[in-house]
């Protein structure tokens, strides 16, 4: 539950900045809670990998070590270099580049979040002890 509240703020987050950009009103604070936001999810996935890892085995955790650098790597440090990048840069060259880093966060964070409910889940299934019938009591 914290990696999916935290990376649904820095999705939040990365829209918050290229929405202020976009209308002209970017700021320094929302460059700042973008960043804090990523830095939270990094923090978050690895406290939850680290509670998560023991327990897989095999495709699940190939699963989720594959999706880890992905998101540390593209979703973290990328989306926060572009976005400082942004920062620092006039408008119409920041707005491209907080494009760029907001794209890389969010798509980065949806990856994960699909990895971990399609291929990583600890339940690849249920099975139903009763079939129902039609017209059956």
């Not at 820095?10 to 973008?34: H, K, T």
């Not at 790597?73 to 976005?83: R, S, Y």
């Not at 907080?98 to 399609?118: F, M, Y």
């Amino acid at each position: 539950i914290p990696f999916i509240l935290a990376t649904a703020l820095g999705e939040g987050a990365a829209l918050a900045v290229v929405l202020a950009l976009a209308y002209n009103m970017a700021s320094e604070l929302a460059y700042g809670l973008f960043a804090l936001a990523l830095l939270a999810r990094a923090a978050a996935w690895i406290a939850y990998i680290a509670r998560v890892a023991p327990k897989l085995s095999g495709a699940p955790q190939a699963a989720i070590t594959a999706v880890t650098p992905q998101l540390l790597w593209i979703g973290t440090f990328l989306a926060l270099a572009l976005a400082a990048l942004a920062a620092a840069l006039p408008r119409h060259f920041a707005l491209p580049l907080a494009l760029a880093s907001a794209a890389a966060a969010i798509l980065s964070g949806w990856h994960a979040k699909r990895t971990i409910v399609t291929r990583a889940s600890l339940n690849q299934g249920f099975a139903l002890p009763k079939l129902p019938t039609r017209g059956a009591r």
